[in-house]
Every structure is written in C-alpha cells, then in structure tokens.
C-alpha cells in the first residue's frame, strides 16, 4: 500500500465514529467535547429549530407539554452524514428519567441501523440506564451499549470517569486496574447514615432513607453501594440504588454520584 493510501485509510478509519450529543446549558457539550477530545472523533451539536429558553422550569414545562402531546421539537439538519460512521457517542441531558426532547426528535427520524450508539448523559440524580432502555426499545435496529452519565454537580470528575470508562471498553488505547466489587450489602450503621445524608444534603429533593449498603476501597478511595426506601413519583413505596463515593484526601466530603431507579 502506497503512503497516500495509507494516510487515506487512516483518515477513513478516524472519522468513523461520531460524538453527536444536545446540549441546553452546556453541561452535556462539556462532557462531549473532553469525548472528542480523548477519542480524536468528528463532533457535532443538535440543534433545535426553536431553541429552549435554557430557564429550568420554562424548559420543563415545554418538555412536558410535548411529551404529553408527543409532538417532537423540529431539529436542525445535520451536517454529519450517519452513514459515515460506525460507532457514534450519543449524549444528551435528562429530561422526565430519559433522554430530553431533540433526541426523541433524532431517534424518530433516524433508525440507525447497523450503527453503534453509546449514550453518554448528564442529569441531577440519575437516568442513564433509564434513558438507554428507552434508545434500546426507540432504535431496535441499533446496538446500544452500555454508556456513561455524571451528575451535573459533578462534571469536573468527567476527564478521569471518562478515561477509565474508554479504556475499560476498548474505545481508547491503554489499560486501568479494574476495580473492586463491592461486598454485600450490609445493614446501614449511624455513621454510614450521617456519611449517606451528608453526600445527598445539596440535592434539592429528598433521595429517601438508607437500609443496607455495600463497600469497596478504590485507589482514588471509598465508594459506596446504598439501597434506598423512598417514594416513588405515584406516592407509592419504591426502593432505588445510590452510589456515594468519598475522595482519599483530607476532608473530602461524601458526593452521591448517581441515583438508579
């Protein structure tokens, strides 16, 4: 194979994965634009025809508004070409427990085949595994993996969460320790309450009450696994997963980093 051929296939090979995310207030674009930067990827933002005011509860009620009536918002065309490209990281904040609204526009009008999609999304408490059942079941041609989501109050821990995550699954060169699973999950003790309330004090909504946890011990420190007794948003009883982890330095204060419902 010539030089040029060769530069040329390279070329070919690096384009063929995309970082295509929405971004209301630039959270989201943040964590895809450290994605692009790790993976060397083509980048591109999707654009609502009628932007959202980017106000919190304007944007709510819009959104609600539309998934009631299930009347996408209009989205600009893209410039990519999806045909283009193999793999494509797909990121979005969530809205309501899933993806928000110009994502279900771009899954309605595009089904992907053949391609595959990795989520990677910001949020205030949780909802990836949420949104990536809703890709799943909106894109059944696609192959949706497992993806990536920090909370919003967390971001600044994106570059080394996201570093491990492309190297645990092969979307970037290099290797990581793999970490330990955590132990069984254990009834809470008063400390482990008083560290559990102490990470979820800045949330803005009771996340419920702790009854067992799970342990590990990282390099970077202690991680924490809580099953939760809460309300569910019907008012019933619900049980959710909260993971809590705690730095190695000197007074690092408890984070709660994601919640699973």
């Known amino acids: 194979m010539t030089l040029i051929a060769s530069i040329a296939t390279g070329c070919a090979q690096k384009s063929k994965t995309l970082v295509l995310y929405y971004s209301e207030t630039g959270t989201t674009k943040a964590v895809a634009e450290e994605l692009q930067k790790q993976l060397g990827a083509d980048i591109e933002a999707i654009e609502a025809v009628e932007p959202y005011s980017g106000d ?3 944007t709510m009620q819009r959104g609600q508004k539309e998934m009631q009536s299930g009347q996408t918002p ?13 793999t494509i990281f797909l990121g979005y904040p969530i809205w309501f427990g899933t993806y928000a609204m110009p994502i279900a526009t771009l899954v309605k009008n595009n089904d992907f085949e053949g391609k595959t999609i990795i989520p990677f999304c910001t949020f205030g408490s949780g909802g990836l595994n949420t949104s990536t059942d809703a890709l799943k079941k909106a894109l059944p041609k696609a192959k949706i993996q497992e993806g990536y989501g920090v909370r919003t109050a967390r971001v600044a821990a994106a570059t080394k969460e996201l570093d491990r995550y492309l190297k645990e699954n092969g979307y970037k060169e290099g290797t990581v320790e793999k970490l330990p699973d955590y132990s069984e999950q254990q009834p809470v003790t008063d400390e482990e309450k008083a560290l559990f309330d102490a990470a979820c004090s800045d949330y803005q909504f009771p996340l419920g009450t702790p009854s067992t946890v799970g342990k590990r011990q990282t390099p970077d420190g202690a991680d924490y696994k809580f099953t939760v007794k809460s309300r569910g948003f019907d008012g019933n009883e619900a049980t959710s997963t909260i993971y809590v982890t705690v730095g190695k330095e000197q007074g690092a204060k408890p984070e709660f980093t994601q919640v699973v419902r």
């Open 74 to 86: 209009e989205i600009k065309p893209l410039k990519s070409k999806i045909a283009d490209y193999d």
């Open 56 to 58: 919190f509860q304007q």
